[in-house]
């Protein structure tokens, strides 16, 4: 089937991140690194090199081979990938729908998304105006003020009903709101609430919130983006509270005002602002605070060193392995050896040094089909399992809807039971459709064989017409009943094969009719050939 390119590249991007962040997660584990500073300064480094990675790495382009013609002259075959898919019976949802259908639910989810952020946005300025702010005779005030002088930050405080934990945003004007029973909580606590806030706005915190916000609108998708954006988040927060620990030197205090806002499930989560504490974030927060965390130098620069080549590495792999792909280029002399250069002018093409381009496929990867005239037996398949109608073995199979449409009872049929075929007839067929199919009763013209208990899986095919004295052949992965299509003839003694257009007729499980295009006795390929369409011919090689 022919893939996309774009959602080649999509899918390859997405393999290669996953290869990266796992690398990445493991080591931090491995090495037990704990220090926030150098969490947030990996973690961030770690999603800029993700989102580079497509301009990194090199990518690999379909270039122009040069093969040897029988009269010694010299023509152009483009290497272009083979599709090695023997031909199938069974018609699957083809890779170009599954990719579109994949985009549009990505396209959604970023449309979504974006409209969600926007409404916090919104969200946030009216809770700014709705907010009000302390009043003048308020005894949080010196405290307020206080910190402001210890973080060296400006910031307006305001309260609001609407909020039930710290939340800061704001960037020109940065605006710290606090819920309505801010005031009413000890002194200490308000010091550590507000010390937190203000370095937030020391570090311009609500800015990067932003930059990770748009990067979960527009990698929603990805799960170890998302991850790692939680990283940078809790790493960020970590690293505040160390801070705040260092300012205030209350580490108890602290910790007692991360518990007076703990769950922190806030009525206003959508909003694009962090709020003071993530119930997720407590566990470890409160871990790294309660338990020093300290490295020696060595130590570190130990770890770094290990953490840098291996992500490199793994990075070597991921792109090795899962690499992204460029359109082809045309052909150019430049690109040719230099011994090859006096063979071809210098404003040379390949019009002007061949007749035509030609793709090369190999022999062994193509499925050959010769072209028939006779009777051509319309069967209809389905999977089903063995059951006992009143007390006698039967097979009950499940048939698509528009196939069901010509399977009439007293139709001749047969049960694969994947040990042998076993004869029958159709009993019954229901008129309900479930799920898109209609199941199909088949009983048994011979008992089946002893060790054939019913729950068996087996496989059932219904004869439902039969064509008579018409031109068919086996069916192509490609094939569609009563539609144009386009088939490669093979021509030259199996050296070539051409391309025609075809008109289909009735098809069957196996076969499909022939209305026009081609004749008894040609010889077709029935392997997908669509990724050479718009080539008139194509070269097979032994």
Known sequence: MNVPLWFSNLTFWWAQVAVLVLAAALLVQLLRLRQPRILLAHWRALIFICLLLPVLQPWHHVYVRLLASPDSGVSFFPAIPVAAHAASHWHFP????????????????????????????????????????FPIENESLPVLDQMRSLVSARAEFRL????????????????????????????????????HELLHVRRNDWVHHLAEEILRVAFWFHPAVLWLISRVRLAREQLVDLEVVRLTQARKTYLEALLEFTPSRSRIAAIPAPPFLVERQFGERVALMVKEVRMSRTRLLVSLSAIVCTLALAAVFAVSVFPL???????????????????????ATPQQSIPATQPVISEKKIWPDTVKKGDMMINVRGLGTMALLNGQPIAKIEVGETQAVDIRAGQPA?????????????????????????????????????????????????????????IYVGR??????????????????????????????????SEIQILN???????????DMSPYDEFERVKINP
Request: hydrophobic fraction near 45%; charge should be positive; include cysteine.
């Open 325 to 347: 792909k460029a359109a082809p280029l045309p052909f150019s002399r430049s690109r040719l050896p230099r011994a090859l250069h006096s063979i071809f002018p210098q404003n």
């Open 414 to 470: 047969e049960v694969d039971t994947h040990k042998e075929i076993l004869k029958g007839h159709v009993a019954n067929i229901s008129s309900q459709v479930v799920t898109g199919t209609r199941s199909v009763i088949i009983a048994l013209d011979s008992p089946p064989p002893s060790d054939l208990g019913p729950q068996a899986t087996v496989e059932g095919t219904v004869q439902v017409a039969k064509l008579e004295g018409v």
């Open 94 to 133: 083809d890779l170009l729908l599954i990719a579109e259908i994949l985009a549009a639910i990505i396209l959604f989810g970023i449309v979504a998304r974006l409209a969600i952020f926007s409404f916090g946005l919104l969200k946030l300025r009216q809770l700014r105006r709705t907010s009000a702010p």
């Open 517 to 527: 295009g081609l004749e008894p006795g040609d010889k077709i390929i029935l392997t």
């Open 160 to 195: 609001s009903a609407e909020v039930d934990s710290p939340v800061t945003f704001g960037f020109t004007a940065p605006v710290i709101l606090l819920p309505e029973r801010f005031p009413q909580l000890p002194p200490q606590f308000q010091s550590a609430i507000a010390c």
């Open 476 to 509: 192509p992965v490609k094939g569609r009943a009563n539609q144009a299509g386009i088939l490669y003839k093979i021509i030259d003694d199996g050296k070539e094969a051409q391309r025609v257009n075809v008109q289909f007729g009735r098809a069957s499980v």
